[in-house]
């Protein structure tokens, strides 16, 4: 086993990459210390890796249980293509080949095995496992999927509460669960059901920061809406729909329109689903068509663009569906085709729902996803809050953010809806009060009098949408509360009594024109960058069906980017590249810089790169280079790299201090710019903090950081 001085070299050696990612240094190193580990991390968060590095560091063999025969297939050939010992035992390989896979363990090959936990639990197994432990050791048992082991979890399997076996027979033995989703009612549960001693536990925040999320009003023609969208995609994409029969539908529509599109749903069989998913996650088509059937087991990390075609029944399900959509880090869409037509099939189907609790509670969720789609806030802000995490909005990633709607004063609208909401004593709900306000002549208005009411008629020159949108800004701002029994009675708070005795002002987003869809992928290499990106994506097909791995295995996008922004010449150019391990190198890096070279002779490009660029230093400098110099703006560039805009601001002043051609006066007014290098040639000082207090507000740290820059490179140059 090689020796390393810092996690960071055995995660270079191993897989490829210089920098963890939030919370896995922390994790891992609990893990090397015995710790036992409730990990919650949600998908794309990096899960794998926390138990994988370990596993290679320790002593042993680490038992992985999983509970479904894609994933462990999936993350064992990623691991081997890394030169790891890895290898699974399931009901899918023969007598024989069991035998040689222990054979494989018993002397010392194997560091990570994967089992699924009704193998594991099995008389046969556990006495093998008893000489796993006795001859070279149990590195620690890592339980994936973690959530299956809970009843309130959303996908309990019984044979996993069998696990605390594990516990008992081998307590000195450190247990790491694992899973992307779990309530505190879950985490208590998994804690208890798999007997954790005294855990590490690790929760990550659910907001996927690589995601933009996009409500787009689904149109009469609406195939053809899907249609038109899929031409200006490129990469993977998941439609999800809700009826097998849409399904079929689609993916046919897709395939006669040259679409490369595949079905998949419970209807169909289990061996023609399995070839589907496999030709999809291997590059042979570009598009699944699915219902939620396609779930759990999809660990295919390019997938550029996930789309519902129609209303997901609820939030939850949702963010689980959408989440399939960027897993590897780089820039994704979520889509969702909304219209009312949708929303009334479904609450349809709630209505055949015979248990009155079930029915209220599938309404409840349901609206939960009508006020995402409908609302006019930050999305990441409605589905963080459904999750219990707390988000402050303005994430600049989702279509609300990107193109704000103007705010406007409703506060004399908004009393008037307050007023009637107490006049009414607070026991109805939006409907109702929208009723009441606009002058309706039901007969249940007449029936509680409300027509007598002071309220009645007061609000007819606002529309029903206008309420209902008025209403729906209430509640999310909290400036009246919801019931939560699935009628959506509204009740006053403190807040509404702060508006209605003038002691605070609402304001609301009203909705704007349709805006074009935001194109994440039209403009964002440069020609020969995508033309190559394009060509070693090809090689890359090639030499992941020799071998019968999905493409992925072989290098993720994100590689094979920087691969084709950087053009690396030599062998050890091409071991700097994030995602490019020592097993890679051995494996693909010839071939690679090949294909690079070929590239650049056909084209008349320079290989590689020279040591005063920037890209030497960071590619992340590199790519914020790129953009500026295709003409994005900073907030357009943010926008592309899921980065800030003072990050972006961070990047160009380190690019002026290079020399890199910036032009200052397009970023910072000239007159701005005098003032600035006054107070650094009075003060002699370049601290920005000091700098900010003399200037003042109308200075902005982002505009002072790049004065300094320009200031430092012109101080440095040799004077003539």
């Not at 009843?151 to 669960?177: K, N, S, T, V």
């Not at 007819?460 to 509640?475: F, G, I, M």
């Not at 890359?540 to 994100?558: I, M, N, Q, T, W």
């Not at 490179?713 to 004077?719: A, D, G, L, N």
């Amino acid at each position: 086993m090689p020796r390393f001085q810092t996690l960071e070299q055995a995660l270079k050696y191993y897989f490829g990459y210089d920098k963890f990612r939030p919370g896995q240094e922390q994790i891992i190193e609990s893990a090397l210390q015995n710790r036992d580990l409730l990990v919650i991390m949600p998908t794309g968060g990096g899960k794998s890796l926390c138990f994988q590095l370990p596993a290679l560091m320790k002593p042993g063999v680490m038992i992985v249980v999983s509970p479904l025969i894609s994933l462990m297939q999936d993350q064992v050939d990623s691991l081997r293509d890394n030169g790891i010992g890895a290898t699974f035992i399931n009901s899918s390989i023969s007598l024989p080949e069991i035998r040689n896979r222990e054979e494989n363990i018993l002397a010392g090959k194997i560091k990570l095995l994967y089992v699924a936990p009704e193998k594991l639990l099995s008389d046969k197994f556990l006495g093998f496992l008893d000489m796993i432990a006795a001859n070279i050791g149990v590195s620690a048992f890592a339980v994936d999927e973690a959530h299956c082991v809970s009843h309130w979890g959303h996908d309990f399997r019984p044979e996993y509460r069998q696990m605390i076996q594990l516990r008992r027979r081998y307590p000195g033995i450190p247990l790491l669960a694992l899973t992307a989703t779990a309530t505190k009612r879950v985490q208590v549960d998994i804690v208890e059901q798999l007997g954790l001693k005294k855990p590490m536990i690790h929760i990550a925040s659910f907001n996927r920061t690589n995601l933009y999320y996009e409500i787009v009003p689904k149109e009469r023609r609406s195939y053809e809406q899907l249609l038109n969208y899929i031409r200006k995609e490129k990469g993977a994409g998941i439609i999800y729909c809700t009826s097998r029969k849409t399904v079929d539908e689609i993916a046919t529509s897709l395939q006669n329109d040259r679409i490369s599109a595949l079905p998949y749903h419970a209807g169909m069989s289990d061996e023609e689903r399995s070839k589907n998913q496999t030709r999809f996650i291997r590059d042979d088509v570009q598009i699944m068509v699915a219902t939620v059937a396609f779930g759990m087991g999809i660990n295919k990390p390019d997938v550029r663009f996930v789309v519902h075609y129609d209303l997901p029944r609820n939030l939850e399900g949702y963010y689980q569906e959408s989440g399939r959509a960027g897993r590897d880090g780089e820039a994704a869409k979520c889509t969702l085709f909304f219209s009312f037509g949708d929303l009334k099939k479904i609450e349809h189907f709630i209505d055949q729902k015979p248990d009155d609790n079930e029915r209220l509670i599938a309404r409840q969720q349901l609206r939960k996803v009508v006020d995402y789609a409908e609302g006019n806030e930050c999305r990441r802000t409605i589905v963080l809050r459904y999750f219990g995490e707390v988000y402050e909005g303005n994430c600049g990633l989702c279509d609300n953010c990107c193109n704000p709607q103007p705010q406007e004063d409703w506060t004399v609208d908004a009393q008037k809806f307050l007023s009637c909401v107490a006049r009414c004593h607070e026991k109805f709900g939006v409907t109702h009060l929208i009723d009441v306000l606009r002058g309706s002549k039901n007969k249940k208005i007449e029936q509680y009098g409300h027509h007598s009411l002071s309220t009645y008629g007061i609000g007819k020159d606002r529309t029903p949408e206008q309420w209902k949108l008025l209403a729906r800004s209430l509640v999310h701002q909290g400036l009246v509360d919801e019931s939560h029994d699935g009628y959506r009675i509204l009740k006053l708070n403190q807040k509404s009594w702060e508006v209605l005795r003038k002691q605070r002002s609402v304001f609301i987003a009203v909705p704007r024109k349709a805006a074009e869809p935001v194109s994440e992928d039209t403009n964002i290499m440069m020609a020969e960058t995508e033309l190559l990106f394009d060509r070693l994506r090809r090689l890359r097909k090639s030499l992941a069906d020799e071998v019968g791995v999905p493409p992925y295995v072989v290098f993720h996008d994100s590689t094979l980017k920087l691969m084709a922004q950087i053009r690396p010449k030599n062998l050890q150019e091409f071991g700097n590249i994030s995602g490019v391990g020592q097993s890679k190198i051995q494996k693909y890096g010839a071939i690679f810089v090949a294909e690079i070279g070929n590239f650049c002779q056909e084209y008349d490009l320079p290989q590689a790169i020279t040591q005063e660029s920037p890209k030497v230093l960071s590619n992340t400098y590199a790519l914020t280079l790129q953009y500026y110099q295709q003409g994005l703006v900073i907030e357009e560039i943010a926008l592309r790299r899921n980065l800030t805009i003072s990050t972006i601001y961070t990047h160009l002043a380190r690019l002026i201090s290079t020399g890199e051609s910036i032009d200052l006066d397009k970023l910072v007014l000239p007159a701005k710019q005098m003032l600035v290098l006054k107070v650094i040639k009075q003060t002699d000082d370049i601290n920005l903090v000091n700098l900010k207090e003399i200037l003042g507000d109308g200075f902005s740290y982002d505009e002072i950081k790049l004065v300094v820059a320009w200031w430092k490179k012109q101080s440095s140059c040799p004077k003539k």
